[in-house]
């Protein structure tokens, strides 16, 4: 399942995920724009991980004076992901 999402607040400008057919694990992710080499570490580092587990690490997680990040705009993707992967 593909699922591109628009994160709001922070320097990338496109986050775009790929889960397993079920919604739970995510197969892979690339951001737009951002701190490209700490964005590719964030990509490779949760490929493999269940949806969940990474929601949970990452949400919260803020940038500077910013209320939020890329790595919580990801979780932000991964939780509209997984709804919409329910839906189906």
Same mark, same amino acid.
């Given at each position: 399942? *593909?699922?591109?999402?628009?994160?709001? #607040?922070v320097c990338s400008r496109a986050i *775009?995920?790929?889960?397993?057919?079920? $919604? @739970?694990?995510? +197969?892979?992710?690339?951001? +737009? #724009? #951002?701190?490209? #080499?700490?964005? @590719?570490?964030?990509? @490779?580092?949760? !490929? $493999? *991980?269940?949806?969940? +587990?990474?929601? $949970?690490?990452?949400? $919260?997680?803020?940038?500077?004076?910013?209320?939020t990040s890329c790595a919580d705009q990801l979780a932000r993707a991964?939780? +509209?992901?997984? !709804?919409?992967?329910?839906?189906?």
């Amino acid at each position: 399942m *593909h699922y591109d999402f628009t994160p709001r #607040g922070v320097c990338s400008r496109a986050i *775009h995920i790929d889960l397993t057919d079920d $919604g @739970k694990t995510i +197969e892979q992710v690339s951001f +737009e #724009g #951002g701190c490209n #080499g700490n964005l @590719k570490a964030v990509s @490779k580092l949760v !490929a $493999g *991980h269940p949806v969940d +587990e990474i929601v $949970g690490i990452l949400s $919260g997680n803020t940038c500077g004076p910013r209320q939020t990040s890329c790595a919580d705009q990801l979780a932000r993707a991964l939780t +509209e992901a997984t !709804a919409q992967a329910r839906q189906r």
